[in-house]
């Protein structure tokens, strides 16, 4: 066998075996892709299938009117948008602080932030963080579904470790050319950082989009809610479920995300490609 | 130009601190104080207990089967999703055709929110008519009660959280893998290792600080966003043996709306936690290995 | 003097009819998507009456979180008017002293006939005879079957088993085992969690047996829980009985599992709320057809009934008199005769107000669809007595859980039922004791 024959077979396996392995991982989303387009009585049926007998779309059309599912989108998106934004603003000047500069209680600060990776204040603090919401006014207000999430360890981190992989050399040379803090961050660090800074900025989009216990908590009118709450209105346990109109649904709401991994996805490997997360 | 580079971090790290001290820090603080009163569900009447919701957590067993539930179901889910996730990056890692749609169907389990995923596992795994369940019938010729014994429900719960967190896991250590120079294997192959040899003494030691990220993020998601799924899946039983610390919360909060219970388990769960990342910080980054 | 009082206060009553300020009522609901558009549809027949009272119906998740929300917001000074919460949130809601008792609205109202409600629903939300919200979306549990399977065992499916011990038989005949020795087809199935709580409360009801001291907290606050009793026993023995023989599977927690091992045929009889109905015909379709019995009761002991289960609306105290007023009238519409049959011919729940089940009758909507008349014959046919009204207790979801895990408990033979179910009423006891503790 020459060399290049056994690169072949060597590919064919690697290609089967992804194939089986992405089938395999992907199995419930397929699954869920499949009831989409099926009708009650056809959703029921033993032995189970993997593809649908038909091709009715109805479901998708009875997802989106009966919760009103474009306007809960939007609202989702913008939330996101917010939520993305201020993570990966505040995470790039806290991370540039953190990997550039030597100050007195650096140590301390970081830890004081990173502890807070094990706190969701969302999930464990809930009536605190209302009636702080409640003292500001900000129920019922994009203010108290964004602002508290603005900020996170997990991009402050992200973000120090990427810095520290850049020679300092560069900073240096910089400084001497008279560039300011401010003007080396935004001039040079920030074009260097764009993979990283896409790759945070997909994992907090997918963090915000799938955001649910707290606008619920938060939000008093139909036409803030977000996608996730309708999705749930959708799969309500207890009373009627119509597994076709849930898939659908949940295809819907899962599709934008996946656009945006698509649409970033060589940014977003390469990305972390140079970082090598230096510690 | 010196004087106000002094200050510039601390200006950097203002926002950031900011929502944090407020947003998280002072609920955080007001939940510790929660922990020593018992509330009526509307808050409308409570009384100061001092220690007692810690007293009676610690001495019900469902509080210590829990803390004991959480421990194996984070360090296998991190454990063992951190493995796959790594075998499957070694696997994405070339340049075969099609692999930018694999490593994009791969990372989209992690966009699909806790809650729906819990509810399509619980489909699969449904007993009998199930898709696994039939597949389990006909190829095996037997009949795993995935939702419902003890310990299948607690595997099933498992497999839904690691199947979740791959996808985070895969982007990161591909990453990883493709920072590492191709000419620290040549050196190796020039030395005569083989490919398992290349694995453990390349791989694995260039890859340690991808790990470290990896490992705090996963047990961060295993304690507080698996509960989604397990609400959904077996809600905690059968007997309790799949509620976790972060489940019982959730229970003790919207379920029974016993505050202080609640409050004083997190606060629990919180000093859990920082010992932890105090633990991490100690001794964790010296075994992390510099490129 | 007299005459320009007289006009005055003729203006006024004048004005505050036709200038009335607008009012947007706040209604927070927990039903879920597929109930929202008959609900929405029913305050919207109320605007068209009341012109100035606007009704915003916000889905607020489902009970729990509901509730969860209901209590932030009123901690927060920002409550609904009105609010659906689930039948075992009945005691922390009154006790929750925001709530206005819907008896005091129908005290001040002589146009409101309390006696069009059925006696089962009034008895669920009342405590020492004073109802205290809106009965609305009200179900019980019934056995589905499948007629198709039942012929082919040899049964007659037009006669369903009535006691446990046929019960029981029956599941057997109904069981089919590959060449393998593997299960393909079970007699019985049903949920745990959620579902095997609320059944095992209903199966004491029909042996009229209590599951709290107190009549079941209906007459002074419960302390004690009764349910470790004969009674008690033969619920946990009828399930187990058919586990350990094979001709009954546990689907696992909530309603799902079950129903699709039922909608597949892998199950032929299974346990659910009436509240499922459409959604069961719908998706059994034209593969099979769909029967709907009584539960069955053990011999030899009397007959209780069922309690009813679902939810109910409460008024919540906005110190806002016309507000409030504008609420109750709502509360009024929505269980007026016409809007009761309107709602459970859309959702399958059945109708609270007595007039609304004749309506019915009287329009064949019971000839066409008798599974929907055995839901409502079940409860009316129930005795009412402190057994069939349902436990009443802030604890209830604590005991619950309880409950649920001395089944899990029995099935897996970690204990005997005797044990499980005297360790679920110690837990009980003190859930009680730790709920009582804070009033």
Redesign the interface.
């Known amino acids: 066998m020459t060399k290049k024959q056994r690169r072949t077979v060597q590919v064919v396996v690697k290609e089967v075996t992804l194939i089986i392995i992405t089938i395999v991982m992907l199995l419930p989303i397929l699954l869920s892709i499949t009831m989409s387009f099926e009708t009650p009585p056809e959703v029921f049926t033993y032995p189970p299938r993997i593809f649908p007998n038909t091709f009715y779309l109805g479901n998708y059309v009875n997802a989106f009117n009966s919760i009103k599912l474009g306007r809960l989108l939007i609202n989702s998106l913008i939330m996101s948008v917010i939520i993305v934004v201020g993570k990966t603003v505040f995470g790039i000047l806290a991370g540039y602080a953190f990997a550039n500069f030597k100050f007195k209680g650096s140590a301390f600060l970081f830890a004081l932030l990173f502890v807070t990776i094990f706190m969701p204040a969302d999930m464990i603090m809930i009536v605190p963080l209302y009636k702080l919401m409640v003292n500001f006014h900000w129920l019922n207000t994009y203010w108290a579904l964004t602002v508290p999430f603005t900020a996170s360890a997990t991009s402050v981190f992200l973000m120090r470790q990427y810095f520290l992989t850049i020679p300092k050399e560069l900073e240096d040379a910089a400084r001497i050319d008279g560039a300011s803090s401010m003007r080396y961050l935004t001039r040079i660090l920030i074009p260097l950082s764009k993979t990283m800074i896409g790759s945070v900025i997909v994992i907090n989009f997918v963090y915000a989009w799938n955001f649910y216990l707290w606008p619920l908590v938060v939000i008093n009118s139909n036409s803030m809610q977000t996608a996730q709450i309708g999705l749930q209105m959708l799969m309500i346990t207890g009373a009627t479920r119509n597994w076709g109109i849930i898939t659908a649904g949940t295809i819907i709401v899962l599709a934008p995300v996946l656009i945006l991994f698509f649409a970033v996805q060589n940014l977003f490997v390469q990305g972390i490609v140079t970082t090598g997360l230096k510690e | 130009m010196i004087l106000s580079?002094?200050w510039?971090?601390?200006l950097?790290?203002a926002?950031?601190?900011l929502?944090?001290s407020?947003?998280?820090?002072?609920?955080?603080y007001?939940?510790f104080f929660?922990s020593l009163y018992?509330?009526?569900?509307?808050?409308?009447?409570s009384?100061f207990v001092g220690f007692e919701n810690f007293l009676q957590l610690f001495q019900s067993g469902g509080f210590i089967q829990s803390v004991y539930t959480t421990l194996i179901f984070v360090i296998v889910t991190v454990g063992i999703g951190l493995v796959i996730s790594l075998l499957?990056a070694v696997?994405?890692n070339?340049k075969?055709?099609?692999i930018?749609i694999?490593?994009?169907?791969?990372?989209?389990?992690?966009?699909?929110?806790?809650?729906?995923?819990g509810?399509?596992?619980?489909?699969?795994?449904?007993?009998?008519?199930?898709?696994v369940s039939?597949l389990f019938?006909?190829v095996l010729?037997?009949?795993p009660?995935?939702?419902?014994?003890?310990p299948l429900a607690l595997i099933a719960v498992m497999i839904a959280t690691i199947?979740q967190n791959?996808g985070?896991n895969v982007?990161?250590f591909?990453?990883?893998l493709?920072?590492i120079p191709q000419s620290y294997y040549e050196a190796a192959t020039i030395d005569g290792a083989n490919a398992v040899n290349k694995f453990f003494r390349i791989t694995i030691p260039?890859l340690s600080?991808?790990i470290?990220?990896l490992i705090?993020?996963n047990?961060?998601s295993s304690?507080?966003?698996s509960f989604?799924a397990i609400n959904?899946?077996?809600?905690g039983?059968?007997?309790?043996t799949t509620t976790t610390m972060?489940y019982e919360?959730y229970?003790e909060?919207?379920?029974?709306?016993?505050?202080g219970a609640?409050s004083s388990e997190?606060v629990i769960?919180?000093l859990i936690?920082?010992f932890?990342?105090y633990l991490y910080?100690k001794f964790g980054?010296k075994a992390?290995h510099?490129? | 003097m007299l005459r320009k009082l007289l006009m005055v206060t003729v203006f006024v009553i004048l004005a505050s009819v036709i200038f009335a300020a607008p009012i947007t009522l706040y209604f927070w609901q927990g039903v879920g998507a597929a109930f929202t558009k008959p609900l929405q549809d029913l305050c919207n027949q109320f605007t068209a009456l009341n012109p100035n009272v606007k009704v915003d119906v916000l889905y607020t998740g489902d009970y729990h979180e509901t509730l969860t929300k209901t209590i932030s917001a009123v901690q927060g000074g920002n409550p609904p008017d009105i609010v659906q919460i689930y039948d075992v949130g009945t005691q922390v809601m009154m006790d929750s002293g925001v709530i206005i008792p819907i008896q005091d609205m129908i005290d001040k109202d002589p146009s409101f006939d309390i006696n069009t409600i059925i006696p089962a629903a009034r008895n669920y939300y009342s405590y020492k005879g004073k109802l205290y919200s809106m009965p609305f979306n009200s179900s019980n549990p019934v056995i589905y079957y499948n007629k198709n399977l039942f012929e082919k065992a040899g049964l007659n499916p037009n006669d369903p088993p009535t006691t446990f011990d046929q019960f029981i038989a029956d599941a057997q005949k109904l069981t089919v085992k590959d060449s393998s020795g593997n299960t393909i087809q079970y007699g019985f199935t049903f949920g745990t969690g959620q579902p095997i709580e609320w059944f095992f409360e209903q199966f004491l009801a029909i042996q009229d047996a209590l599951y709290l001291n107190n009549n079941n907290g209906r007459t002074g606050r419960a302390d004690k829980a009764v349910f470790d009793s004969p009674a008690g026993l033969r619920v946990l023995n009828f399930f187990n009985t058919m586990v350990q023989n094979g001709s009954a599977i546990v689907a696992g927690a909530g309603w799902d599992n079950a129903r699709s091992l039922f909608l597949s045929q892998r199950a032929a009889m299974l346990i659910d709320s009436t509240a499922n109905i459409t959604m069961l015909l719908q998706g059994a379709g034209n593969k099979f057809n769909v029967g709907v019995m009584f539960l069955p009761h053990p011999s030899g002991v009397p007959y209780g009934g069922v309690i009813i289960g679902g939810a109910s609306l409460w008024l919540i105290n906005t110190h806002n008199t016309q507000r409030e007023q504008a609420a109750w009238d709502l509360l009024k519409f929505l269980e007026s005769t016409d809007a009761q049959a309107q709602w459970s011919a859309a959702t399958g729940y059945f109708p609270i107000n007595r007039n609304s089940i004749i309506k019915l009758l009287y329009q064949g909507f019971y000839a066409q669809h008798p599974e929907f008349l055995v839901a409502v014959l079940q409860l009316l046919m129930s005795t009412p007595d402190a057994a069939t009204s349902g436990a009443l207790s802030g604890a209830m979801p604590d005991i619950r859980t309880a409950v649920n895990n001395a089944f899990s408990n029995v099935f897996s033979k970690l204990m005997t039922p005797e044990q499980a179910l005297q360790q679920a009423q110690n837990q009980a006891n003190k859930d009680l004791a730790n709920y009582n503790s804070l009033y």
């Open positions: 580079r002094k510039i971090p601390y950097l790290l926002p950031t601190f929502i944090i407020v947003f998280i820090y002072y609920p955080a007001q939940s929660m018992k509330v009526s569900p509307f808050g409308t009447s009384r499957l696997l994405l070339d075969i055709p099609g930018g694999f490593r994009t169907l791969l990372f989209s389990p992690y966009a699909v929110s806790p809650a729906v995923a509810v399509l596992w619980a489909f699969l795994l449904s007993p009998v008519s199930g898709y039939y019938l006909i010729k037997i009949q009660q995935w939702l419902t014994t003890y199947w791959i985070f982007i990161f591909l990453a990883g493709q920072s260039l600080p991808i470290f990220f705090i993020m047990i961060s304690v507080f966003y989604a959904v899946m077996t809600e039983g059968p007997s309790n972060m919360v229970r909060r919207f379920f029974y709306f016993n505050n609640a997190s769960l919180i936690m920082a932890f990342t910080f980054q992390v510099y490129q």
